[in-house]
């Protein structure tokens, strides 16, 4: 396929002897004699790119770059005028105009700047497919009620600037989640700055946040700029937060409120522009409550919340996400794809996840290289995946069916239930008896019982 011009100029002599010339270097070219009749060619023919004079009886070449750049936005347009000035050709170039060129017209410069042009729109095209592949890459697999609602929130927040705290056990997803709300915001063609909270030392926090000047301290040879800094206009992560420094909160408040800083060591005061979203695996509001977190910084950061639900309540999720994971880590490893068996995904459908998707991509990583054939079995799933092979102290199924008295049976579920829902929540007695519905007291009396 040769590129198509579309070349809108009032001048016959000049339709004629560009047509002439483009033709000879392979082009494809279509001509128009104003901008009414090129506006009608575009949005019939769709051109690769528009060689458009200024200077044309009705619509002009300016009215005619607003309506392309307005409904094709894609289509590459450079101007070409025996009239130019620095005034029109800013104006052309605010508009959208690729390039500006003045007659009498150089072959050679013409030639350049289609050349240049459809370069720029192979970029663009090549950008808008990887970041379309970021974001498959980044959705959030499964289609439980609970990850549709998370999408909905996604798609209604991400567009705007709201600040945004997302909430999660470990290994739900939180960052993934960042991630698709960045690649689906306006900021998406900035950059996307992670700050490991949990993982940064105390002692290092502000520098690391905020950068330094040369001097600073011992050891700072030369400036280096700060994780906010770097975000620029762009979004700035802040994961697992819960984990940071009362003495650091209380300095990141006073920037969000202030939205400026220092450098450590200088004097010049910067503008924080970023966004914000941070994720948390812990219960900020029961963190306020025993003084670990401040009260102040976490309604700043909760404008919107999204809370992440773990993998054990959205268990029809785990057939796609196994899939999911077996299709990646074969095309990774260049394997062929390994299927799971009907029995083996009910296994993997009982078991708790405690440790959320992560437990279970890391687990199928595991098992497309252990597993001997192409379809994983039951018998290939290990302990404490598989409850057969384990002995946890939960009422395996085929012990529970074997009981023929239903009020037995009943009681020996609640038992194995109770104990396997407090395990889940480190023994808690409020957090157990509050995820299964029922009251402490009720819950202290079974336990006696």
Known sequence: ????????????????????????????????????????IIDRESPDLVLLDIWMPGIDGIEALQEIK????????????????????????????????EKPLSID????????????????????????????????TGNSPAIVKI???IAIAAPTDAWILITGENGTGKELVARTIHQLSSRADKPLIDVHCAAIPEDLFESELFGYEKG?????????KGKLELAGKGTIFLDEIGDMSLRMQGKLLRVFQELKYQRLGGTRTLTMDARVIASSNKDLEREIEIGNFREDLYYRLNVIPIEVPPLRARIDDIPMLIKTFLDEIGEQNREKQKTISPDAMQLLQRYNWP??????????ARLVIMARGDTIEVSDIPAPY????????????????????????????????????????????????????????????????
């Open 386 to 449: 598989n409850s057969e092979l384990t002995n946890t102290g939960v009422c395996r199924k085929d012990e529970l069916f074997s009981i023929n008295d239903l009020k037995v049976a009943k009681k020996a579920f609640e038992k194995e239930f109770i104990k396997q829902k407090l395990k889940e929540h480190n023994h808690n007695i409020t957090q157990t008896a509050k995820a299964i519905g029922v009251g402490r007291s009720y819950l202290h009396k079974k336990l006696k019982d």
């Open 1 to 40: 396929m040769f590129p198509s011009v579309l070349i809108v100029d009032d001048e016959p002599s000049i339709l004629q002897s560009l047509s002439g010339l483009l033709s000879d270097e392979g082009f494809e070219v279509i001509t128009a004699s104003n901008g009414y009749e090129a506006l009608q």
């Open 151 to 153: 999408r909905e929130q």
């Open 355 to 364: 440790g959320n998707v992560r437990e279970l991509k890391n687990l199928m």
């Open 109 to 140: 410069k013409v030639i350049v700047a289609i050349n240049n042009s459809l370069n720029f729109r192979r970029l663009e095209e090549e950008n808008r497919y990887l970041r379309k592949k970021t974001i498959e890459k980044h959705s959030l």
């Open 216 to 224: 600073a301290f011992q050891g700072a040879v030369s400036r280096k």
């Open 70 to 101: 307005k409904d094709h936005p894609s289509i590459q347009v450079i101007i070409i005028t025996g009239h130019g000035t620095i005034e029109t050709a800013v104006k052309a170039t605010k508009l959208g105009a690729f390039d500006f060129i």
